[in-house]
């Protein structure tokens, strides 16, 4: 879903899945060979603010939900990140940001602070 105004967009997206082996016979040993049933949920909602006709600022927030038969394949990500977008010559653009994530896991949890700029040309 969009809302799209003179200078603001808000989108939001909502996802959900459900994996399962496909050959309940298969011997390959991966996270679908200790579990009959993998469900993700998630959302993020994102809102950018168009600060000149060319140039933008967004924001972003997202999560996602992992849950299965057994604890050590659940997990949740949480994820925040601000971004600057706007145009360096005719056919450049930079863009730089700032991001935050945090992934809980029994197996594998980390947080995750980042900063990061793109240049983009085209010929």
Do not use: C, H
């Amino acid at each position: 879903v969009a809302l799209i105004g003179a200078r603001n967009t808000v989108t939001l997206q909502l996802s959900a899945s459900r994996d399962e082996r496909a050959d309940q016979l298969a011997t390959v040993i991966d996270d679908l060979s200790t579990v009959s049933v993998v469900r993700q949920r998630g959302a993020t909602v994102d809102w950018a603010y168009r600060l000149t006709p060319q140039s933008s600022v967004s924001l972003g927030l997202g999560y996602q939900r992992s849950t299965s038969d057994t604890s050590a394949l659940q997990s949740t990500l949480k994820s925040l990140s601000v971004l600057w977008t706007a145009p360096l010559g005719a056919r450049s653009t930079v863009s730089a940001g700032l991001r935050r994530a945090e992934f809980d896991s029994p197996t594998n949890p980390y947080d995750e602070n980042a900063i990061f700029a793109a240049l983009r040309m085209s010929f």
